[in-house]
């Protein structure tokens, strides 16, 4: 079984940084993509960005490209999810995903594609 665990998340001031971390256990494949997702209290998941685990191709969502980075690397089986220049809008619930069969880059935006999920860490930005 594959599993997902995420930590890094807490208490930022805007402008801040914050670095998560996602470390899959279990049998993994160089066939995955890992993913991060959002979800603000009363707002749809969204996608926030996603590497290959093969060739660490990577794909950021719009309203995060140029403040957060996406890597793989540094301990075993971890992906890092690099935060800066937070803002309020920023606070939400962060989960990490592993899509075991990836597709198309259009269905890797869709947490429906996504077969594994961790439980999720709370990032709160300040004004």
């Known amino acids: 079984q594959v599993q997902p665990v995420e930590s890094g998340g807490g208490l930022v001031q805007a402008g801040g940084s914050l670095r998560l971390s996602c470390t899959i256990s279990g049998r993994t494949s160089s066939d995955f993509v890992v993913g991060w997702f959002r979800q603000a209290p009363g707002k749809a998941r969204e996608f926030v960005a996603a590497?290959?685990?093969?060739?660490?191709?990577?794909h950021l969502a719009d309203s995060v490209m140029r403040r957060f980075t996406i890597s793989k690397g540094g301990a075993k089986n971890t992906v890092y999810l690099q935060m800066n220049t937070l803002k309020p809008e920023d606070t939400s619930i962060y989960y990490c995903?592993?899509?075991?069969?990836?597709?198309?880059?259009?269905?890797?935006?869709?947490?429906?594609?996504?077969?594994?999920w961790g439980h999720g860490t709370q990032v709160t930005v300040s004004s």
């Open positions: 995903a592993v899509n075991s069969r990836p597709q198309t880059l259009a269905t890797l935006l869709q947490d429906w594609s996504y077969d594994y």
């Open positions: 590497i290959s685990w093969s060739s660490s191709d990577s």
